[in-house]
């Protein structure tokens, strides 16, 4: 069965230095997602991406985060200059693209992010 | 004002009995979607089941079925047959037609007992 899968599973990184995590929706999904979980909170939308653009985002992903597609199969989230609250456990998602909401996002196994 | 409101943050359950976990959404959208995820101890998302805003019938899926109650904007998760390996974290979510993102809720601990 086809699955999101992420790497790393677990990143430590020192406060201010850049992150790339990385992500490979399904091949034949369309939108890509990323949502991060604070430890022991709720999972928070941070950005959706389609057709190589951003569709939306939230409040959280400001200009420290950005996200691309570099070739055809990976999908990445860079965090420029970590901070502490940044830790937390970040998921990928992607679903086929149809109307309306029925369909499902299909998420991937997390990068723990540690910011030490 | 939260779009998914779980006001469960801990649930016990027999092994073997029925459990329901509770959500509310809040939107203004006549056209949404309402998903339910499980998240083991390993941290990945599983979904479960989903629910349209416009389907008549309950969602169900295997042991899992969505009591959906439109008019008070509820769409609770009932588990039957409690199973050991149920023992999760279960999180209720929406997406509204307009936006592509989902809304989760603080999310449900259930603990099945033998």
């Known amino acids: 069965e086809p699955e999101v899968t992420q790497t790393p599973s677990h990143q430590v990184t020192q406060m201010g230095q850049e992150v790339i995590l990385r992500c490979v929706p399904i091949?034949?999904?369309?939108?890509f997602y990323w949502y991060r979980q604070i430890l022991g909170q709720k999972v928070e939308f941070l950005v959706s991406?389609?057709?190589?653009?951003?569709?939306?985002k939230s409040e959280i992903f400001d200009d420290q985060f950005s996200v691309e597609r570099p070739d055809g199969s990976n999908f990445t989230l860079k965090i420029r200059s970590t901070k502490l609250e940044d830790s937390a456990m970040y998921f990928c998602?992607?679903?086929?693209?149809?109307?309306?909401?029925?369909?499902?996002?299909?998420f991937g196994p997390g990068t723990r992010l540690t910011v030490t | 004002a939260q779009k998914i409101t779980q006001t469960q943050p801990g649930m016990f359950v027999q092994e073997k009995e029925a459990v329901t976990l509770d959500c509310t959404y809040d939107?203004?959208?006549?056209?949404?979607?309402l998903f339910w995820y499980k998240q083991p101890s390993s941290g990945e998302m599983i979904f479960l089941i989903y629910q349209g805003s416009y389907d008549e019938q309950n969602a169900t899926e295997g042991r899992y079925s969505l009591n959906f109650q439109k008019a008070r904007k509820s769409a609770n998760l009932v588990i039957s047959a409690s199973q050991l390996g149920d023992s999760a974290m279960y999180f209720c979510?929406?997406?509204?037609?307009?936006?592509?993102?989902?809304?989760f809720g603080s999310g449900t601990k259930l603990n099945v007992k033998p």
């Open positions: 091949s034949n999904h369309l939108y």
């Open positions: 998602a992607s679903s086929v693209r149809l109307a309306g909401t029925s369909y499902e996002q299909y």
């Open positions: 991406f389609y057709n190589n653009e951003i569709s939306e």
């Open positions: 939107t203004s959208d006549q056209s949404y979607g």
């Open positions: 979510a929406m997406r509204e037609y307009n936006f592509n993102k989902f809304y």
